[in-house]
C-alpha cells in the first residue's frame, strides 16, 4: 500500500453525537470551518463522551514537533475521531500528507468527516484496519511517526515501520506516563537501543483535574 493514497469525503458529522451535543446543528450550516474549530468542538465533546484524544496541552507537543522539523509524510497509528491528525495537518508545508491507520470503521469515518471539515481531507487518508497488519504492508519514507493505539504494541508498530525511517525522522508515542507498565519495553528500546535521540514529556491533563500524562518524542540517528 503506498503512503499517501486518499479520497474526498463529504462532511456528516463532527464526532458521534449525542441529545445534549446541540453545536452540531450550527456547525453543519457550513461546509468547513478553520482547523482550530474543528479541534475546539471536539475538545468541548470529548470529556463526557469519553474520548481519549490527546488534547490541546499534549497536543502541543506535536504542534512543536512539526514546527520544528517540518515533517512532509506522517504517519499515525490510532486516529479515533481524527483530533490529532487535524491538529497535525492544519502546519503541514504544501504538499504534506498524513497517513491514518484506524481499526474502527465508525471512528475512521468520523474522523474523515471531521478532517474534511477541517478543510484538510485532501491531505490525510484514513486506513481501516488492524495496524499489526497495515502497517507491513506500507511502502515510501516517513519523516514523523504519532503512535497512540494499543499501548502494548508500540514496539511492534515501531519495528515494523522502522524500514521507512530516516536519519532525523521523529517517533511520538501518547500515553507513556498512564500506561509506563504497558508500553515498557517501547521505551526500553527507543532509550537504550542506540537507534534514537529520546526524550520525555509530561503535561497536566487536559480535562478536569489528575495526573496528566506524557509522550515520548524520538529522533531517528
Do not use: W
Not at 456528516?12 to 441529545?19: A, N, S, Y
Not at 457550513?30 to 465533546?45: D, F, Q
Not at 470529548?46 to 497536543?59: E, N, T, V
Not at 516517513?142 to 511492534?156: G, H, N, P, S
Amino acid at each position: 500500500m503506498k503512503l499517501g493514497e486518499n479520497l474526498c469525503f463529504r462532511y456528516k458529522k463532527l464526532v458521534p453525537r449525542t441529545p445534549t451535543d446541540k453545536f452540531y446543528t450550527l456547525d453543519a450550516r457550513r461546509e468547513t470551518m478553520r482547523p482550530e474549530e474543528v479541534l475546539e468542538s471536539i475538545e468541548a465533546v470529548a470529556p463526557r463522551q469519553g474520548l481519549p484524544i490527546i488534547g490541546p496541552k499534549r497536543g502541543r507537543f506535536l504542534d512543536e514537533v512539526i514546527e520544528t522539523h517540518r515533517p512532509t509524510a506522517i504517519l499515525e497509528v490510532g486516529t479515533l475521531v481524527g483530533y490529532s491528525a487535524v491538529r497535525m495537518g492544519r502546519h503541514l508545508n504544501d504538499g504534506g500528507r498524513i497517513t491514518c491507520v484506524e481499526i474502527r470503521e465508525d471512528m475512521a469515518s468520523t474522523a474523515r468527516s471531521n478532517l474534511a471539515k477541517a478543510g484538510l481531507g485532501g491531505r490525510v487518508s484514513v486506513i481501516v484496519g488492524d495496524a499489526r497488519k497495515v502497517l507491513p504492508t506500507l511502502e515510501g519514507r516517513l519523516d514523523m511517526v504519532f503512535l497512540d493505539a494499543v499501548k502494548e504494541d508500540y514496539l511492534r508498530y515501531l519495528k515494523s515501520i522502522e524500514r521507512l525511517l530516516h536519519s532525523g525522522s521523529v517517533v511520538v508515542a501518547d500515553n507513556v506516563k498512564s500506561h509506563a507498565d504497558a508500553v515498557g519495553p517501547y521505551l526500553e528500546y527507543v532509550r537504550k537501543s542506540g537507534a534514537y535521540s529520546s526524550t520525555y514529556r509530561e503535561a497536566p491533563p487536559s480535562f478536569g483535574t489528575g495526573p496528566g500524562d506524557a509522550v515520548e518524542i524520538s529522533i531517528k540517528l
